[in-house]
């Protein structure tokens, strides 16, 4: 269970909007708040506007402001501030998980322009790769538009793994303190989506392809089942559906058609372009949907 939450903050109302979800989880699961800031060599005054975070005196008062602001709502708030600075923003963040041991990171990610991005990967998907702490990001327009956050759908994407199921695992969890519903999602790949081999295969032998893609689809209606039963042992409310497609797109469709809540993943953590050559489903669902997604490292 999630008993501490570290969130990273770097003063503009864009980070801020991490809080939404901070503070919803942090009621229910009754868990303790620290606040991080990890100064940069040269960081710059401004970003998207907005003012940025350049001295350690500056980011404690910030943050201390704001973890006044939480202990007034009952949630337990301690600061820290990294002031030595660090070139690498991620590997800052990712190196207090030994330090401070958070069960969950929150960040809301607004990182770089689309090249860097590809080259480099998101700030947030730098902290996964770099880091085993489960990653809960959130969208910056929920701050803007007022929208609260309550765990009623909780969606999680498996792919008949067994050794990727703690993303399951956590999600069950959440499950049980929220009394969301859970949604699980396998998605057998259409042969556009394929690669490798795979593509190959769909190319020159069609007939193989659609009876492995048959064999693929029974496989993972029995690997649900067994999953179903187990959270329904749990006494969660849960349902379980096999559906065909690209990947990232149908599990942000079913998302958007559940209006679900959280949207749960395991990922091996590849950023930037190792994730673009690796094909990632984490990466290529950050990049197409608004809603919270927790990366659960595996």
């Known amino acids: ?8 903050l770097d003063g503009t109302s864009l980070a801020e909007a991490a809080l939404i979800e901070t503070k919803a989880l942090a009621r229910l699961l009754g868990a303790q708040v620290t606040l991080l800031h990890v100064i940069e060599p040269e960081p710059v005054p401004v970003v998207h506007g907005e003012r940025h975070l350049t001295e350690p005196t500056e980011a404690e008062e910030y943050l201390a402001q704001i973890g006044q602001q939480l202990a007034a709502e009952g949630i337990p708030c301690d600061v820290h501030v990294h002031s030595d ?3 690498q923003v991620a590997g800052g963040i990712v190196a207090h998980e030994d330090e401070l041991q958070p069960d969950l990171i929150i ?13 480099r990967g998101s700030l947030a998907q730098q902290v996964v790769a770099l880091g085993q702490t489960p990653l809960l990001l959130t969208n910056p327009g929920n701050r803007a538009t007022g929208k609260t956050f309550q765990l009623h759908q909780i969606l999680v994407a498996l792919d008949g793994e067994a050794k990727h199921e703690s993303g399951y695992v956590l999600a069950c969890s959440l499950a049980a303190a929220s009394k969301a519903r859970l949604r699980l999602l396998s998605v057998v790949p259409e042969f556009s989506s394929l690669a490798g081999r795979r593509a190959s295969l769909s190319r020159y032998l069609p007939g193989a392809s659609w009876f492995l893609q ?5 496989t993972l209606k029995g690997y649900l089942g067994r999953l179903l039963t187990r959270a ?6 849960v349902v379980g559906e096999v559906k065909y497609g690209k990947i990232a797109k149908t599990i942000c469709a079913m998302a958007e058609s559940t209006d679900t809540d ?4 395991a990922t091996h953590g590849k950023a930037g372009a190792e994730a673009f050559w690796a094909n990632s489903i984490a990466a290529q ?10 990366l659960v490292p595996v």
């Open 214 to 218: 048959r064999v693929t689809l029974e």
């Open 1 to 8: 269970m999630i008993k501490h939450i570290l969130v990273a």
């Open 107 to 119: 960040m809301c990610t607004h990182g770089p322009g689309r090249l860097e991005r590809l080259l």
């Open 262 to 265: 959280l949207i749960v993943l």
């Open 232 to 237: 329904e042992e749990q006494g969660l409310e």
């Open 85 to 87: 600075a660090v070139v």
């Open 285 to 294: 669902v950050q990049g197409q949907t608004t809603r919270p997604l927790l």
